[in-house]
């Protein structure tokens, strides 16, 4: 007779919905990183084409970095406490249907449940036993598509979205000013561009997505953005100089 497997030695897969936040969190750091590399490569490549000194380059890249990312994390945390608040309010009223008729509820549990294709008796079994173990999170799940034990971070996301642009806006920073004089502009459009294939890349994986038009769309993208700020500030130069 064939022995039972141990739990042990096969651990619970991760829950669909935890694996599904971090992907979203993986994504969103990596258009952050996305983010930071153009921005802050078309403020350093418009400042090198209006001047070959680097304090002026200096000081605009790194403006451009801080900027971006406060801009970017206080962005993300007035979104996600938006969000956060919502959710909240939903499951505040949730919880007040549930003491006021928990009946009701119960009959709208197993037909969203039958909706999905379960029979009636089936439906009404499952709405129960989740109901026994945890009506809230029942309820929440299926009727509001909410985790009450997974709620969104304000806080977190806004340092995820800062960190990640700050990382991203370095490479050019470091790029446009490593290279001698006349290197720096070819360097760091090769650098960006080299990069903004890479996150395109790795933004299509994490969604499922083909990964040619994905890096196409970024590489043109940010050869457009480095293109027209470098002729801007070519420009600017001229008439100001």
């Given at each position: 007779?064939?022995?039972p497997?141990?739990?042990a030695?096969?651990?619970a897969?991760?829950?669909e919905g935890?694996v ?6 993986l994504?969103?750091g990596v ?6 590399i153009?921005?802050t490569?078309g403020?350093v ?9 680097r304090?002026?380059i200096l ?8 900027a971006?990312a406060v801009?970017?994390a ?5 979104s996600?406490s938006t ?5 909240k309010?939903l499951?505040?009223?949730?919880r007040?249907?549930l ?20 029979t009636?008796?089936?439906?009404r079994t ?5 109901t026994d173990h945890n009506p809230?999170l029942?309820?929440?799940?299926v009727e509001?598509g909410?985790?009450?034990?997974e709620?969104?971070?304000p806080w977190q996301?806004?340092?995820s ?6 990382v ?8 446009i ?9 070819p360097v760091?459009?090769?650098a960006?561009?080299?990069a ?8 299509a994986r994490l969604?499922g ?8 769309r ?22 100001i100089?």
């Amino acid at each position: 007779m064939v022995a039972p497997v141990s739990n042990a030695s096969h651990p619970a897969e991760p829950h669909e919905g935890s694996v599904s936040a971090k992907l979203n969190w993986l994504r969103a750091g990596v258009l952050g990183a996305n983010d930071g590399i153009v921005s802050t490569a078309g403020i350093v490549v418009g400042v090198a084409a209006a001047t070959v000194q680097r304090a002026p380059i200096l000081t605009a890249g790194s403006a451009g970095l801080v900027a971006g990312a406060v801009s970017m994390a206080l962005g993300e945390y007035v979104s996600v406490s938006t969000q956060r608040d919502t959710e909240k309010a939903l499951l505040r009223k949730e919880r007040q249907e549930l003491r006021d008729d928990p009946a009701a509820e119960l009959d709208e549990l197993a037909a969203l449940y039958e909706a999905k294709g379960l029979t009636a008796a089936t439906a009404r079994t499952v709405a129960e036993e989740l109901t026994d173990h945890n009506p809230l999170l029942a309820h929440a799940e299926v009727e509001l598509g909410i985790n009450p034990e997974e709620l969104t971070n304000p806080w977190q996301a806004a340092m995820s979205s800062a960190l990640s642009f700050a990382v991203g806006a370095l490479l050019p920073l470091i790029a446009i000013l490593a290279p001698p004089t006349e290197w720096r502009v070819p360097v760091t459009v090769v650098a960006v561009l080299a990069a903004l294939v890479m996150t395109g890349a790795v933004s299509a994986r994490l969604g499922g997505a083909p990964q040619g038009g994905a890096v196409a769309r970024n590489v043109v993208g940010g050869g457009l953005a480095l293109g027209i700020t470098y002729v801007i500030g070519h420009l600017v130069g001229a008439a100001i100089g």
